[in-house]
């Protein structure tokens, strides 16, 4: 399976929003709403951001937002932070019963 | 709250068989996937698979020949093995878990680094 696909690097100032895009196919993110994102920080444990393309655990920012359009997913983040400085990454169910992850994004706040 | 830990042998030497463990603490097993994830230096996240708490199984496909999940429900313990292991499976292992097989992953386990070397 052939991971999705992400840009490398987005970045953004400070109060600014910035969208970080996840493209699989019609195998994989096209064919479920079963899309979620994580956010790593360097020596940490990736955390859950979002789940089912456009769910919101308890306890996550509503700066975060996500989306789907095709096979191509998105993540949104509003009124970028300092601490939204980190490596994104999308993940797909797939219709192997797989599970697929991107090949992440490192956000860079100016 | 549901807490997960990985432990392992840090260093190996190639072709060796890797094991890791990942303790569960805070919840039963039952009814959910518990999945291994890894990281190498440099690069993203890889899914290696997943074992149900009937003990069915999962596996990326690029590592399925060498991948073998297990669950010890009475230990609150879930395993890997890995085998013929090289300097590409170097990397920080995650454990995590899962409400269903495509479910999103939460919590995690801290992850424990894995170094194959001569």
């Known amino acids: 399976q052939s991971a999705l696909t992400q840009p490398a690097s987005v970045s953004g100032s400070p109060g600014q929003s910035i969208t970080i895009s996840c493209t699989g196919t019609?195998?994989?993110?096209?064919?479920?709403?079963?899309v979620s994102w994580y956010q790593k920080h360097p020596g940490k444990a990736p955390k859950l951001m979002i789940y089912?393309?456009?769910n919101r655990p308890s306890g996550v920012s509503n700066r975060f937002s996500g989306s789907k359009s095709g096979n191509t997913a998105s993540l949104t983040i509003s009124g970028l932070q300092a601490e939204d400085e980190a490596d994104y990454y999308c993940?797909?169910?797939?219709?192997?019963?797989?599970?697929?992850f991107g090949g992440g994004t490192k956000l860079t706040v100016l | 709250q549901v807490q997960l830990q990985e432990s392992g042998p840090g260093l190996m030497k190639p072709s060796e068989t890797l094991s890791l463990t990942c303790t569960v603490s805070?919840?039963?097993?039952?009814?959910?996937?518990w999945t291994w994830i890894r990281q190498p230096a440099g690069k993203g996240l890889e899914w290696i698979g997943r074992?149900?708490?009937?003990?069915?199984?999962n596996y990326n496909p690029s590592l399925k020949s060498r991948v073998t999940l297990s669950l010890d429900t009475s230990k609150n313990q879930f395993s890997l093995k890995l085998t013929s292991v090289t300097a590409a499976d170097t990397a920080v292992y995650y454990c995590?878990?899962?409400?269903?097989?495509?479910?999103?992953?939460?919590?995690w386990g801290q992850g424990t680094l894995v170094t194959v070397s001569s």
């Open positions: 995590a878990r899962a409400l269903w097989e495509g479910g999103w992953f939460d919590p």
């Open positions: 993940c797909s169910y797939t219709s192997s019963t797989t599970l697929v």
């Open positions: 805070g919840d039963s097993m039952s009814i959910y996937y």
């Open positions: 089912d393309v456009s």
């Open positions: 074992i149900y708490s009937s003990g069915s199984t």
């Open positions: 019609s195998s994989d993110v096209g064919s479920y709403n079963y």
